[in-house]
């Protein structure tokens, strides 16, 4: 395949098992073939082809094999100008897969994760200054 310039629909029309692009840093790449070979499976990357994919991409943490491995894959840029300014909001669920949301920024899916972090032991403290006060009390009471 020749490499040549994508606007970033033209690359976002490839989301298929039979026709897979991922827009990773502005490059486009047909990970087709790949799909079946993936280390993590082919759903990861079905499931963030057609979209700006680069997040996720740094997000895993990619050796320096899986860079020279996508240099096969390459099939050309994206023009800058068609890119979207405003990235869609991803959120993972507890069954690992991710979940588009409307047009919010990254930002507020990570203060949402600080949340889901801090929120367990909050509550579990709590859990225990009640057991524990609730239990002094019922001593003085006979």
């Given amino acids: 395949m020749e ?18 692009w991922l827009i990773i840093d502005g490059k486009a790449y047909d990970v087709t073939g790949f799909l079946d070979e993936h280390p993590g499976g082919k759903g990861p990357m079905l499931n963030i082809s057609g979209e700006d994919a680069t997040f996720e ?10 860079e020279e491995l996508m ?5 050309g840029k994206i023009e800058p100008y068609t890119r979207p300014k405003i990235r869609p909001s991803i959120t993972r669920h507890v069954d690992g ?13 990570s203060r949402l994760s600080l949340l889901y ?18 239990s002094n009390n019922n001593d003085y009471n006979v």
Avoid: W
């Fill in 3 to 20: 490499k040549k310039v994508f606007t970033f629909e033209e690359a976002s029309q490839h989301c298929n098992p039979d026709d897979c």
């Fill in 57 to 66: 991409f740094e997000d895993v943490g990619h050796s320096e094999k899986t």
């Fill in 71 to 75: 240099k096969e894959f390459f099939v």
């Fill in 97 to 109: 897969l991710l979940r588009h949301g409307s047009t919010s920024t990254s930002t507020s899916t």
């Fill in 117 to 134: 972090a801090t929120m367990p032991p909050f509550i579990l403290a709590a859990a225990f200054l009640f057991r524990y006060y609730n």
